[in-house]
């Protein structure tokens, strides 16, 4: 597990806590406190008079790696700056101690004490957000949940591959996690799709919100000749407020930001957890988790009809043209056989990806463990 390197779950799942509004009316009285302290291992939790992980409650707890300044406090344990390591275990049992039999762990480098607080306390049910839990058997209280991200980001792509008059798009990332490769592959190829002689430069900030990192990643792209901008950053507001004030196009990440970019935005990609996160909820108090789809690495996307990540409003330098080819791409990524990811997807070097031979529609799992940067992106994935 590596530290601080889940943020930008955390920001998306913090911008739509009060989605689980009507999840949390399904609990009755409910707590509404924040949690900034509990016993390091607390006691295992008695089971549920049904026996059925989750029911039973009074809350539901979240936690976030980073600072909660964008929700309203609704009727939910909520606990800001958890750490990805001990400290995270701690405030979850901390959490249960209060009533709390549903937990979410909203950063990518919770999982491993989401399953330390799984396996301690039976009768609560732990879901991670955007990670992978690994081995043959998924413990009968726990599972992820995520989206494919990158669909709408291949579609962003699109319209970032028609608006540049260098070919030269520029990707601002914070660390090379499987997330943050899958975008910037999928934003390269959406570009490709269009106009193959665009390339994609990447600068990564080794943080999740850095705004002094972030302009002078920005600077170094703008230099280049890049001509549009996109990241994968937990605060966004610098790259696109720096864009703009270049004359140069935005592509957004997490939230519709066009107000910040009135001329330059194109489009971008948001997130849209309310439906998914009240199903999972209504799930675990009906006493179905065990064996759900949530019982397991769940994923979604356009060919499911159910992706919790949506595209956002174009800008008014986007044309009717490119939204119809944007619109074609997303039907296509809607059929069985669609992804952005079908074959023949070529490396850096020019060789095929194994996995992505030509003809083959690589699996979500497949997708989520690419590790490499496909040919067009100029820049290399940090060793360390």
């Known amino acids: 597990m590596t530290t601080n ?3 930008d779950s955390d920001m998306r799942a913090r911008r739509v806590v009060w989605a689980l509004s009507a ?17 390091a291992s607390g006691p295992s939790s008695s089971s549920s008079a049904t026996g059925a992980p989750g029911v039973g409650g009074t809350a539901i707890g979240f936690i976030f790696v980073g600072p909660k300044n964008d929700y309203p406090n609704l009727k939910v344990l909520t606990a800001e700056n958890v750490p990805e390591d001990d400290n995270a275990t701690r405030v979850m049992n901390s959490m249960i101690s209060q009533g709390a039999k549903i937990i979410f762990a909203t950063s990518y480098g919770h999982l491993n004490p989401a399953e330390a607080v799984a396996a301690q306390h039976p009768d609560v049910v732990v879901v991670q957000q955007g990670n992978i839990i690994t081995g043959t ?19 962003a792509g699109i319209a ?7 070919n030269k798009l520029g990707y601002v990332y ?4 499987s997330q943050s490769i899958d975008n910037i592959d999928a934003f390269e190829l959406g570009a490709q799709s269009v106009n193959p002689q665009a390339k994609t430069y990447v600068v990564n900030t080794s943080a999740w919100c850095d705004p002094g990192k972030q302009t002078l990643a920005a600077s170094s792209l703008l230099s280049q000749g890049v001509d549009v901008i996109t ?11 720096a864009t703009e004030a270049a ?16 001329k330059g935005w194109l ?21 179905n988790f065990t064996g759900s789809k949530y019982n397991a690495n769940y994923r979604v996307g356009l060919k499911t009809g159910d992706n919790p990540f949506v595209q956002s409003p174009f800008g008014p330098s986007v044309s009717d043209a490119t939204k119809q080819l944007i619109a074609t791409a997303k039907a296509a990524l809607s059929q069985p056989d669609g992804s952005p990811f079908k074959g023949p997807a070529y490396d850096q070097s020019g060789k095929v990806i194994p996995g992505f031979e030509a003809g083959v529609v690589p699996s979500y799992a497949t997708i989520e463990n690419l590790t490499t940067f496909v040919q067009g992106i100029v820049g290399q994935i940090p060793k360390s």
């Open 174 to 177: 914070a660390f090379p996690i």
């Open 247 to 262: 004359g140069k196009y935005s592509v957004g990440y997490h939230a519709d930001a066009s107000t910040l970019a009135p």
């Open 23 to 39: 999840a949390v009316a399904l609990l009755g009285a409910a707590c509404s406190s924040n949690v900034s302290s509990g016993s």
């Open 231 to 241: 990241q994968h950053q937990d605060c966004t507001a610098t790259i696109i407020k």
């Open 5 to 7: 390197q889940g943020g």
């Open 267 to 287: 489009t971008g990609s948001q997130w849209n957890w309310g439906p998914l996160y009240t199903d999972i909820v209504k799930t675990i108090l009906a006493g």
């Open 160 to 166: 970032a591959g028609k608006a540049t008059k260098t």
């Open 137 to 155: 058997v998924t413990p009968k209280n726990m599972g992820t949940y995520f989206g494919t991200v990158y669909e709408p980001v291949y579609l």
